[in-house]
């Protein structure tokens, strides 16, 4: 009796720290959604990503303030910075002049990150040990897998196939610094080109995603 009594406990903690790891109780497409809803509510947050193109590899930065402040860097140099409907863009080739457009208004978190939208998409969710992998229709043959720390999203990499050249991409996120300050400021003024093409007048921006 006291072995029985132990088999069924054992199995009970089992199964309660299985499903503590693997989120809410609506499976592994409801804590995939739930950690893209909870990262996209974040007040701010960073991303490290690396696209493997074959041989090749590039390397950017995201940093995110709420509700509307995004700065891309690229590396090794060029940077982009949008505050509202305004986007400031530096080339590599003249990093420390930028350009004003004031046409670019759309959710800058989104389009900043577009794989959070990719996995608005996703099918086929499931666990493989501590991540979820799924695929979505975004992509020719995309496949994805997810790791969740702490309900936000930790980790993503997203693997398609550009079908027009035949080569297979490979993106891999990485997130951090959720909610910490993260200052992003409008580039000083004597950095801004006054050269630069009219990009005709301001349209107004769509609210932020809550």
Request: with cysteine; proline share 8%; glycine share 10%.
């Amino acid at each position: 009796m006291g072995r029985l009594w132990f088999a069924l406990a054992y199995g009970v903690l089992v199964t309660l720290l299985a499903c503590g790891e693997q989120g809410p109780a609506g499976g592994p497409n409801a804590t995939l959604a739930a950690a893209v809803d909870r990262t996209l509510a974040a007040q701010s947050f960073q991303v490290r990503l690396i696209v493997t193109d074959g041989p090749e590899q590039r390397v950017s930065q995201v940093e995110y303030a709420a509700p509307d402040r995004v700065r891309i860097r690229l590396r090794p140099s060029g940077e982009t910075v949008w505050i509202a409907g305004d986007t400031y863009y530096a080339t590599p080739n003249e990093p420390t002049r930028f350009v004003l457009v004031e046409t670019a208004c759309e959710n800058a978190l989104e389009v900043a990150v577009p794989a959070l939208g990719i996995l608005g998409h996703a099918t086929d969710v499931r666990w493989n040990g501590p991540n979820l992998v799924f695929r979505s229709g975004d992509g020719a043959g995309m496949t994805g897998q997810a790791r969740i720390k702490d309900g936000y999203l930790a980790s993503l990499l997203l693997r398609y196939r550009l079908p027009d050249v035949n080569r297979t991409l490979i993106e891999q996120y990485s997130f951090s610094r959720f909610g910490d300050d993260i200052s992003i400021v409008r580039p000083d003024a004597s950095s801004i080109a006054q050269d630069a093409p009219n990009q005709g007048p301001p349209v107004p921006c769509p609210e932020a995603h809550a």
